[in-house]
C-alpha cells in the first residue's frame, strides 16, 4: 500500500514538473554533447601539436648550432615581437610587406566582420584611440545590425516562405506541415548550394594554397559567425585586385548571413519544431488569486443572473386595473 502511493506521488510529481524535468535533460545533455566535442577534438588535434611543437623545437635548436653569435634569449625577445606583431595582422615577411592591414577596403572589411561579430581575430586595433572607438562603434552597431537583420528576414520571409507555403497549400490543397516541411528543406539545399558549394570552388581556385575542403570550411565558419580567423581570404602575396576582392568578400558574408538567417527562421516556423521547443519552455500559469477572483466573480453574476430570471418568470400583474382612457371627457371624476 505504502509502495503504491510513494509510486503514485512521484508520477504525479513528475507531471506536474514535467517541462523542469525536460530542461534538466536539455542542460544535461549540452553538458555531455560540450564534453564530447572536448574530447574529440583532444584526441584529433592533441598529437599535431605535438608534433608541429618537436618540428619548432628542432628547427630552432638547428638554427642557434648555425649562428653560435646570437644567443637563445636575444632569439626568444625576437620570436616574440615578431609573433606579438602577427597577432595584429602585421607580418615581418618581405613578401608580405606589400599588404596593408588599414587600408579602406581591409578596413570595410574588418568593420563587417565586427558588426556581424564573425571576428576573424587576424587584424586587432593597434593603438588605444582605435580599441577605444572599436567598443563605443560595436556598442552602437552590433545592436543596430541586429535589428538590420530582423528587418530584412521579417520581409524576404514574406515572399520566400510564407507566400509560397500558402499558395501550394490553397492551390493542391495539399497538408501545410508537408508543404513547409519540403520548402525548408528545399531552401537549405538551395542555401547550401550557393553560400557554401559554389563560394567554395571559387575560393579553392583564388587562394592558392586552400583546397576545396578549406574554402568550404572557410565559408562555413564565416556565414555561422563563429569566425576562427585561421583561414582569411585576400591576405596572399601579391593579390591580383585585392581591393575588390575584399569588397566582394564583404558583400558575401553580408548576403550569406541573411540567408542563413532566413533559412534557420524558415525551419524554426515548422509546426513540429515548435512543438519541441513548447516541451522545454516553462508553462504560463495564472495567479492563484487572480483565479480566485475570476471565480467569485463568475459565480457572483451568475447567481444575480439567476434571481433575475426567477423574478421575471414569478411577477404578477398590478392589483388594480387601470382603464386606458381615449380622452379626458372619458375620466368619471371630471364627468
Partial sequence: MLQSLASNSCVRLIQSHKSTWYFVSLVLGYVLYLIFGAVVFSSVELPYEDLLRQELSAIKKQFLQENECLSEERLERFLKKALDASNYGVSILNNASAN???????????????LSTTGY??????SDGGK???????VIGIPFTLLFLTAVV?????????????YIHRRWGLSKPLVAIVHAAVLATLAVSCFFLIPAAIFSA??????????????FISLSTIGLGDYVPGE?????????YKVGITVYLILGLIVMLVVLETFCELQQLKQLRKI???KKEKPQDRLSILEHDHLSFTTVSNRSTVYTEGKTQ???????????NDDPMIQ
Fill in 318 to 328: 398590478p392589483f388594480v386595473c387601470v382603464p386606458t382612457l381615449a380622452s379626458p
Fill in 236 to 244: 596572399a602575396t601579391n593579390q591580383r585586385f585585392r581591393e575588390l
Fill in 121 to 126: 581575430g587576424h587584424t586587432a586595433p593597434l
Fill in 132 to 138: 577605444a572607438f572599436c567598443i563605443i562603434y560595436s
Fill in 206 to 219: 583564388l587562394e592558392e594554397n586552400w583546397n576545396f575542403l578549406e574554402s568550404f570550411y572557410f565559408c
Fill in 100 to 114: 596593408w592591414n588599414w587600408d579602406f577596403t581591409s578596413a570595410l572589411f574588418f568593420a563587417s566582420t565586427v
Fill in 280 to 282: 522545454f519552455y516553462l
Fill in 154 to 166: 521579417q520581409r524576404i520571409m514574406v515572399f520566400s516562405t510564407r507566400s509560397p507555403i500558402m
